[in-house]
Structure formats: structure tokens, C-alpha cells
């Protein structure tokens, strides 16, 4: 059993243990199984494994427990879609994904629960009137969004280049300070999770 990883159309071949299985000009980035059990470790060496392969090019990371059964079996996972994952790759070409949740800080985490249903509307056009005026300075930054779902006032993904990270987290740190009651929290670059659908097999 082999799991896949990774797809590119980079033509340079991984580090071992990782091969590259060619189908119609892509490659299925593949490595040996490992335990069947889903550990945070094992999560934690794979997403290593991954930002270290995205340092040199370009990805759509596989679904993590996508196992086949042999090298036909990765490239036939990806025959009849290489137009398909080919677009898919020219939209995250060259960018990142980065992470933005913010939540009211502690001390403004449990407002006097709603008298009335007018109250409780109030509320929640202003939770939302908070998360659109995070969200949309941050997705001007980026060639595409994704908001998540959660508890958070905002969770999303962003797809940034690689060249304007450091841009995108000025802006969160002058969002940061212009809503000093929210706590806002960026992470990554992490690869293209977000914006990757349908890489898995």
C-alpha cells in the first residue's frame, strides 16, 4: 500500500521515500504507508512532510488516509483528470494558504445573555457587521477566500502569494489594533488545503 500525498506538475523528483508516479503530465506524489491509526503525530509529520515539498513547488495536497494499492493505482487516480487538477494548480500557483479566526477577547466573550428577540437580532447583526469588517480587508489581499465554519466571529482561509504574506499580516496586526476587544489570531503559510478540492482520489 502506497498513500498519496501530494499532486504537482513540478518534473523534479522528491526526497526518498517519496516518488513521483507521472500520469499525463502530473505527478502523484507518493509515499509508503504508514499505520492505519490516525495519531497527531502521524498528522504532524505529514503536514512537516508537505511545507517542506511546497517550499520548491507548487501542490495540491491529497486528502490525508487516501491510500491505493500500488503505482497503477496512484496514476490511474488521477488519469481523466488532468485538465481538472491542471486548473486547479494555475489557481494556487505561487500562493499560500494563511489562517484568520478572531473571537471577542475573554472578558467580552459572554455579553448578558438577550432580553427580548429584537435584542437577540441586534446581537447577531453586529457579531456579523464584525466579522465582514475583518474579512473583507483581508480577502482584497488575496486571490481567494473561504470562511469556515465555527464558533469564532471569523474562521477562513485565504489564498495569498507568496509575495504578499507579509503584507496580509500588517493587515491583520491594523485589524488587530483598530478592534482591540477581538482577538485575532494568523496562521501559515500552510499549503492550499482550502483551495485544493477535489485533488483527493
Request: glycine share 6%; hydrophobic share 50%.
Amino acid at each position: 500500500m502506497i498513500e498519496l500525498i501530494a499532486i504537482t506538475d513540478d518534473p523534479a523528483a522528491p526526497a526518498p521515500p517519496l516518488r513521483a508516479v507521472r500520469s499525463g503530465g502530473l505527478a502523484v506524489l507518493c509515499a509508503p504507508a504508514e499505520d492505519a491509526v490516525v495519531t497527531p503525530a502521524a498528522l504532524w509529520r505529514r503536514e512537516a512532510l508537505l511545507e517542506s515539498l511546497m517550499e520548491d513547488r507548487d501542490l495540491l495536497p491529497v486528502r490525508y488516509g487516501t491510500r491505493v494499492a500500488d503505482e497503477r493505482a496512484a496514476a490511474a487516480a488521477v488519469a481523466g483528470r488532468g485538465g481538472e487538477l491542471r486548473a486547479r494548480l494555475e489557481r494556487v500557483r505561487g500562493a499560500v494558504e494563511l489562517a484568520v479566526r478572531a473571537r471577542p477577547r475573554e472578558t467580552e466573550a459572554a455579553p448578558p445573555a438577550a432580553r427580548s428577540g429584537r435584542e437577540y437580532l441586534a446581537a447577531r447583526l453586529g457579531r456579523s457587521r464584525a466579522a465582514v469588517a475583518l474579512h473583507e480587508p483581508l480577502a482584497a489581499l488575496a486571490r481567494a477566500s473561504a470562511i469556515q465554519p465555527g464558533d469564532e466571529l471569523l474562521r477562513a482561509a485565504y489564498l495569498v502569494d507568496r509575495t504578499a504574506v507579509a503584507a496580509f499580516a500588517d493587515r491583520v496586526g491594523e485589524l488587530q489594533r483598530a478592534h482591540p476587544q477581538l482577538a485575532l489570531v494568523c496562521t501559515g503559510p500552510w499549503p492550499p488545503y482550502s483551495f485544493a478540492e477535489g485533488a483527493g482520489a
